[in-house]
């Protein structure tokens, strides 16, 4: 009985050391398999912009936007949209309306896990607009204190003006669903060009948000939703 049982524990051991090598191979290829990446287009929209134009009254606008993954973090990136933007003081309102385009690339920083690929993202981005601006109300100014404000209501369109900027652009991408993800993100602009009316200036541009007397530098932000097409993996 006790050589049985000898005989039993060296054929077991035998087995196991035969099979261990077809485990071991099953289990690289399935590793393998689970660490093969997506490459494809992601196509989506800026809710926060659909969010303004239904809750706040001198906003309408939209965005969509896309990114293709040309290698393992790195991504060709681009937005295409159009804003009507209202902008008020005491002495002027107006409304500034156009289409705008941003193009640039993306660096994905984070490590995923395997079988994930949430973004933590940083990319550069230049940016072009053409707009109008439309004056709706304005008042003339004046130092005589016996005469009443003088206010103005005649439209004034100021048609055929183009802007363009750089921006940085830092944020979070996470898939939420299978290919589909929810991502925030911040921007900080600088404005390279801009074509000016005679006599008054641009106090709001499609893509780049409001500007001001002694800077150049704008601020943005984005919450979007996309969805990755896939086209293949490795």
Known sequence: MKHKH?????ISLSFLFLASPLFSQETTVKDSLAKREKFGLRVGTDLSKLARTAFQ?????????GDYRVYKNYYAAAELGNESIGYEEDNIRLTSRGSYIKLGADYNAYENWTGMQN??????RYGFATFTQEVEEYQIYTTNP???????????EYSGLTASWIELIAGIKVEVLNNL?????VQLKRRL???TPNNFDNLAIPGFNRTYD?????????????YLIPFYKK
Request: aromatic share 22%; hydrophobic share 40%; charged share 15%.
């Open 146 to 156: 016996f005469f009443e404000p003088d206010i103005r209501t005649d439209n004034i």
């Open 193 to 195: 060009f801009q074509s």
């Open 181 to 185: 993800y929810l991502s925030v993100n």
């Open 214 to 226: 002694d800077s150049n530098i704008g601020v943005g932000y984005g919450y979007t939703i996309s």
């Open 57 to 65: 009254e001198d906003y309408s606008g939209f965005e969509i936007l």
């Open 6 to 10: 000898i005989l039993v524990y060296f």
């Open 119 to 124: 973004l933590i993202f940083v990319g550069a």
